[in-house]
């Protein structure tokens, strides 16, 4: 069974960044993308961008260009996503999930909470 | 960008009774391979998203057989045959085709 494990809930200033990882572990697949998705409080889904990590490949929504960087580092099955330039409007639960267009399995979320 | 239109954004059925959502894309999601990219999820209260539908009508591992999808380049409807209780949470579909990929607001299925 594919789990993905993300990092713990954060709290950050406006105009500082945030960095949240995602572990996978059970059934891998090698070139599978990992893709991450937010939720604002009581809004919809809205996916941010994505990353094949064993081609190091990764794409993003544009309206997250400049803005989001997405990582992965292939030996701990561990993939990053670093949001800069912290508003509050990306107060957030931030979630990642095995897929690209198609989100198979899914992290737990981690809660960004953006306030000063 | 793409966007996907539910409709209703809530629903109230009686345990048993049928249910459909419907969802409208903006653009065709039939790729020129032959596939239609548009999916279902659900999302049960305090839970992370889970996949119901891909490809317009394939239920994923272990979604009971009272879930069906069905339609057709930019028009897509959910149906439920007999809700049950476990079956309420927030339904989204969502279009894998053309980046960025995006999501509908979202269905609340209430009993």
């Known amino acids: 069974q594919v789990q993905l494990v993300q990092s713990g809930a954060e709290v950050k200033k406006p105009g500082s960044s945030v960095k949240v990882s995602c572990k996978a572990s059970?059934?891998?697949?090698?070139?599978?993308?990992i893709s991450w998705v937010r939720q604002a409080p009581g809004r919809g889904l809205e996916w941010m961008g994505g990353?094949?990590?064993?081609?190091?490949?990764?794409n993003y929504a544009q309206r997250f260009q400049g803005r989001v960087t997405i990582t992965a580092d292939e030996s701990t099955s561990t993939t990053y996503m670093e949001l800069t330039s912290l508003r509050s409007e990306d107060t957030a639960l931030y979630y990642c999930?095995?897929?690209?267009?198609?989100?198979?399995?899914w992290g737990q979320g981690t809660l960004v909470t953006v306030s000063s | 960008d793409i966007v996907m239109t539910q409709t209703p954004l809530s629903l109230s059925v009686t345990p048993g009774q049928p249910a459909s959502i419907s969802c409208k894309s903006s653009?065709?999601?039939?790729?020129?391979?032959?596939?239609?990219?548009l999916y279902w999820y659900l999302q049960k209260p305090g839970q992370s998203p889970q996949p119901v539908i891909y490809?317009?009508?394939s239920r994923f591992s272990g979604v009971p057989d009272r879930f069906s999808g069905s339609g057709s380049g930019t028009d897509f409807t959910l149906k439920i045959s007999r809700v049950e209780a476990e079956d309420v949470g927030d339904y989204y579909c969502?279009?894998?085709?053309?980046?960025?990929?995006?999501f509908g607001q979202g269905t609340k299925l209430a009993i």
């Open positions: 999930a095995r897929g690209w267009g198609f989100f198979d399995y």
């Open positions: 059970g059934v891998t697949c090698s070139k599978c993308a």
């Open positions: 990353i094949i990590p064993v081609l190091e490949i990764a």
């Open positions: 653009q065709s999601l039939l790729h020129s391979d032959g596939k239609t990219y």
């Open positions: 490809e317009v009508s």
């Open positions: 969502s279009q894998g085709l053309h980046l960025p990929y995006t």
